[in-house]
C-alpha cells in the first residue's frame, strides 16, 4: 500500500521557521523525484520544490528561493521541507508528491496546514 504522510506544520509567526516531512511507503522511494506543492486559500494548487530521485538537483518557485529547502534522505524514505523567514502569503496546506516521469506514476500525500500569522 502506498503511503505518503506529510508532518511538521502548524502555526508559526512572520519570519518563523517550520521543517516539514513526508515519509514514504509502498513503492521504491529512490526511483521518484519528490516534490512540494501547496495551496492558498481560494488559489490553484503551486509548485514549491522539486528535488531529483538521487537528491542532486532541485529547483524551487521564485517566491521562496532562500527561504525554503528542499532535501531527502533515501535510506529514510523521507522528504523533507525546510522553510525559513516565513510570510503570510506562504499560508496554505502543503503536500508532498512522489513523481516518476519514466512513467507517469504520481503518488500523492493527504497535505499539512501551514499558517502563517502574528
Known amino acids: 500500500q502506498v503511503q505518503l504522510v506529510e508532518s511538521g506544520g502548524g502555526l508559526v509567526q512572520p519570519g518563523g521557521s517550520l521543517r516539514l516531512s513526508c515519509a514514504a511507503s509502498?513503492?521504491?522511494?529512490?526511483?521518484?523525484?519528490m516534490v512540494w506543492y501547496r495551496q492558498a486559500p481560494g488559489k490553484e494548487r503551486e509548485l514549491v520544490a522539486v528535488i531529483s530521485s538521487g537528491g542532486r538537483e532541485t529547483s524551487y518557485e521564485d517566491s521562496v528561493k532562500g527561504r525554503f529547502t528542499i532535501s531527502r534522505d533515501n535510506a529514510r524514505n523521507t522528504a523533507y521541507l525546510q522553510m525559513n523567514n516565513l510570510r503570510p502569503e506562504d499560508t496554505g496546506i502543503y503536500y508532498c508528491c512522489a513523481k516518476r516521469p519514466s512513467t507517469g506514476s504520481t503518488y500523492w500525500g493527504q497535505g499539512t496546514q501551514v499558517t502563517v500569522s502574528s
Open positions: 509502498g513503492f521504491t522511494f529512490t526511483s521518484y523525484a
